[in-house]
């Protein structure tokens, strides 16, 4: 019999590419989607299971002897104006999600072996020149504090008999969902360009090894505790920017002030384009994790070439 795992957000860009990859190892899906989500699984290991991303009701029985449970739930925090309701929705969505499965865990009468959390490098705020391991300190801002509430209550985990990981991921590239969907219809348009100095660091991990790590997390019995995803080569977003243009045959000379990104944005100009984050993942490195894509050029065509595939297949 396949081993059972649960996964929350399991219809969002990292959740999805998730269950295709472990339904595709022979895990047994449970992948959890908000109610009135017309989406449907691609492969017969998936099984989509409605819930009310708040409390366990209707998932409950799956969380008994499975072999994990991977909460990728929460709002994006990418899309839309950071408005004290979109705030309230990133932080909220996230505590419930987080309580729904401290829930479930609670009720198991045989515990789930693994729960791996979601959190993000949000949580070290903007350091400037400061490289930031696992050991680092919280940072400042809105997204530090969301990452901050949700670790601290994520901590109740370590509680119950099981092994817990919480996985602070950086930007993710791919061709189906993150910042990679929002920057290529500029580069394509001529409108592309760095934001801000362009001094300031960005951490990034491509898709597949964000889904690798996780494995990797999964199948490593002693992984446990907190783990930076990101490439081990962070880079100024100046290159980041300078290296999308040439993959996608664009200048990216058009500037955009920080100001200009300021009074638009606010908060999230700062905390999300703005910041400067160079993270490593220390723990993975030590662990022997092998990245298959730590360079940026390398990643950066890899998406672009699979965004090309999939539009040509549609």
């Not at 400042?140 to 670790?151: I, K, N, S």
């Not at 638009?264 to 662990?287: F, M, N, T, W, Y």
Request: glycine share 10%; aromatic share 8%.
């Amino acid at each position: 019999m396949s081993e059972r795992v649960i996964i929350t957000g399991a219809t969002g860009f990292i959740g999805g590419a998730l269950c295709r990859h472990l339904a595709g190892c022979g895990y047994e899906v449970i992948a959890l989607t908000r109610l009135g989500n017309p989406r449907r699984p691609e492969l017969p290991n998936i099984r989509m299971v409605e819930w009310d991303a708040v409390t366990c009701a209707g998932w409950t029985e799956y969380a008994d002897g499975a072999y994990a449970i991977i909460n990728l739930a929460g709002e994006n925090v990418g899309t839309g104006s950071w408005t004290a309701e979109k705030k309230s929705k990133i932080l909220g969505s996230r505590l419930n999600a987080i309580a729904a499965v401290l829930e479930a865990v609670e009720q198991a009468l045989r515990k789930p072996r693994l729960i791996i959390q979601a959190s993000a490098i949000g949580y070290y705020g903007s350091r400037d020149e400061q490289i930031l391991d696992e050991q680092a300190a919280p940072g400042r801002g809105f997204l530090a504090e969301v990452c901050r509430q949700c670790e601290k209550k994520s901590a109740r985990f370590f509680d119950f008999p099981i092994r817990c990981a919480i996985i602070r991921l950086a930007a993710v590239l791919g061709p189906t969902g993150g910042i990679l969907t929002q920057l290529i219809p500029l580069f394509r348009k001529f409108l592309g360009g760095c934001p801000g100095s362009g001094q300031q660091w960005f951490s990034w991990i491509h898709l597949a090894d964000a889904i690798g790590a996780i494995e990797f997390i999964m199948k490593n019995e002693t992984a446990q505790g907190i783990w930076n995803l990101s490439a081990p080569h962070p880079v100024r977003a100046k290159e980041f920017y300078t290296r999308l243009g040439q993959v996608l045959h664009r200048p990216s000379a058009l500037p955009i002030p920080a100001l200009t990104l300021k009074l638009l944005l606010g908060d999230k100009a700062r905390e999300l384009i703005l910041a400067s984050q160079r993270v490593l993942p220390q723990h993975l490195l030590e662990a022997g994790f092998t990245f298959r894509f730590p360079d940026i050029r390398e990643a950066l065509l890899d998406s672009i070439e699979s965004s090309k595939i999939k539009e040509n297949s549609l």
